[in-house]
């Protein structure tokens, strides 16, 4: 393969069997994002292996696979926060591809800031700011990055903290919320951009277990509403009950796309068998 | 058998405060005897002369302000050249983290008072002539802003990587995740180093008397070399430093405290 090509010229987007838009999909919706043979080398290392995914408007999909399999490399490759070493990311009608020689320069690092703007972002640290208070935090990027009024910004962060339980917790500041209610913080910030799909990174992994109960209700209800969602998780529940599609990657692929139905209850792959097998049996001890 | 519990946790605070009360009369105590030791030292072995001493003294204590205005001014020269320094040891290009580390490399390897020779001394051969003040305040300046850009760079780097990526994932560019996310943390980082940095520069000042400015050792020096009761002088000079850096060490302990207490005292309002 000669790397004097674009990364676009040698793509081309191809539809996974299972990624047919669902029933409730218009037909004549375009996929909100695509990924196309997403790789990534770090340095001998081949963490991503060419993975693609389809993502229609208001679907849930959730990507699951043991640790280290790449997930969320491949989560983070999707807004450019790892940059990949070859593929194509669209979303939204914003399209970049890797640029691993450094050849494009500002225009693609404003085009980058663009695809970002169409995708929020939640971590599995929180990553709050912790020198602005839970409001401040919400509108910090509408107002500075989107130029919106910083009245018009708040009316929209209340809605999202009203939506994710914290209203009366306006003007706290991160550190004395419980960890919980700093996930709901961080998923009303990430709504105040008002995306076109919100990416979540292990959101409940770094979470107390009495706490990963509120952020995911909170997820859900997301999901139920028709919010576009890409959910890299070890929370099989969650993704049995809201995922409309679940990716199992392992080792830098996508090893089984399905309906949660298929790959988690009923898997066709041996590896997605043994992963779930250890789950099950992990489960059943509790 | 809660009663008896109760009375034991009384009795254990109590023994516990009596304890800590003890250790801080015999830190006070020690304090006392050593101070008594100099005060000793000073009045009655060193054949003291009271009018020479209120003489001399008024004469030294003139110089705290050329100390004070020498140590402010190059603190301010300091910090400014830190922050340039500091963005440039964290640039992504070359040629500015070259010469950011050039500065910090030559500044940090050379002694302190030969950089002040050299714009005393060395500088006017080559047709630059500054005043013993400028001399000083730009010496102190650029030596301690070297010291300092490596404390911003670590200050800066201090800020989790996280926090960057978040910026990063919402959209802002670099340079507005630097000014609004990154630098108001590296800032709450960064303020007690600067704080700790002049109480330094208040004692380093004193190399100036080599370049003839009239602070507080100069004047000392002077008035005790006279009358060959420089040892005299010398203490006086000596408690006049020593109070000033209990008074600054105590303003620097103070924002400390009310950095640290930022988010708490903000939260309490709210």
Redesign the interface.
């Known amino acids: 393969m000669s790397v004097n090509v674009s990364a676009e010229q040698r793509h081309v987007h191809q539809l996974h069997p299972a990624e047919k838009p669902g029933v409730l999909v218009k037909a004549s919706a375009e996929p909100v994002l695509k990924a196309t043979d997403i790789a990534k080398w770090f340095g001998e290392n081949h963490v991503l292996r060419g993975a693609s995914i389809t993502v229609w408007p208001g679907e849930t999909v959730c990507i699951l696979g043991r640790s280290g399999s790449g997930k969320s490399t491949f989560l983070r490759s999707l807004n450019f926060l790892e940059d990949p070493t070859d593929g194509v990311v669209e979303i939204d009608g914003v399209t970049v591809s890797a640029d691993p020689f450094r050849k494009e320069g500002k225009e693609r690092q404003a085009r980058i800031r663009d695809l970002r703007l169409r995708a929020g972002m939640v971590f599995q640290e929180f990553n709050l700011f912790p020198h602005l208070s839970v409001i401040e935090n919400c509108v910090e990027a509408p107002v500075h990055v989107k130029g919106m009024k910083r009245k018009e910004a708040e009316e929209i962060a209340e809605q999202y903290l009203a939506k994710v339980g914290l209203s009366e917790k306006r003007d706290e500041y991160p550190s004395r919320l419980s960890g919980g209610q700093r996930q709901r913080v961080a998923i009303a910030r990430a709504l105040t951009m008002q995306p076109k799909v919100l990416l979540f990174d292990e959101p409940t992994s770094a979470l107390d277990p009495t706490l990963v109960g509120e952020v995911l209700k909170v997820m859900a209800d997301l999901a139920h509403e028709g919010r576009t969602m890409i959910v890299v998780t070890h929370e099989m529940d969650f993704a049995h009950e809201a995922a409309d599609r679940v990716y199992y990657m392992d080792q830098g692929e996508f090893a089984e796309v399905g309906p949660p139905e298929q790959v988690i209850d009923a898997p066709h792959d041996p590896r997605t068998k043994e992963f779930l097998s250890r789950f099950r049996t992990l489960g059943a001890k509790k | 058998m809660e009663q008896d519990a109760r009375a034991l946790a009384q009795a254990v605070a109590v023994d516990e405060a009596r304890r800590a009360s003890r250790w801080q009369l015999r830190f006070r105590l020690g304090w006392g005897i050593l101070i008594a030791l100099l005060a000793g030292f000073v009045l009655i072995s060193l054949n003291v002369e009271i009018d020479f001493i209120a003489r001399a003294t008024p004469f030294i204590l003139e110089g705290i302000w050329i100390t004070l205005i020498v140590s402010a001014a190059s603190i301010v020269l300091a910090t400014l050249l830190a922050a340039i320094g500091a963005l440039g040891r964290l640039s992504s290009n070359a040629i500015i983290n070259a010469i950011a580390s050039f500065y910090v490399s030559f500044f940090r390897g050379t002694p302190l008072i030969l950089q002040l020779l050299v714009w005393y001394l060395a500088l006017p051969q080559v047709g630059l002539i500054f005043d013993p003040i400028y001399c000083a305040i730009g010496a102190l300046g650029m030596n301690y802003g070297a010291y300092m850009t490596e404390i911003f760079r670590a200050g800066i780097q201090a800020v989790?990587l996280?926090?960057r990526?978040?910026?990063?994932?919402?959209?802002?560019?670099s340079r507005?995740a630097f000014l609004?996310?990154v630098a108001?943390?590296a800032f709450?980082i960064i303020v007690p180093a600067i704080g700790n940095d002049f109480v330094a520069m208040l004692k380093d000042s004193a190399l100036a008397s080599t370049v003839a400015l009239q602070e507080i050792v100069w004047r000392a020096r002077n008035v005790g070399q006279k009358e060959f009761k420089t040892l005299q002088t010398f203490i006086i000079a000596a408690m006049i430093y020593w109070a000033l850096t209990i008074i600054f060490s105590g303003f620097q302990n103070r924002i400390e405290r009310r950095l640290a207490a930022g988010?708490r005292n903000?939260?309490s309002?709210?």
């Open positions: 989790p996280g926090q990526e978040a910026a990063a994932a919402l959209g802002m560019s507005t609004r996310i108001p943390q709450r988010d903000k939260e309002k709210g």
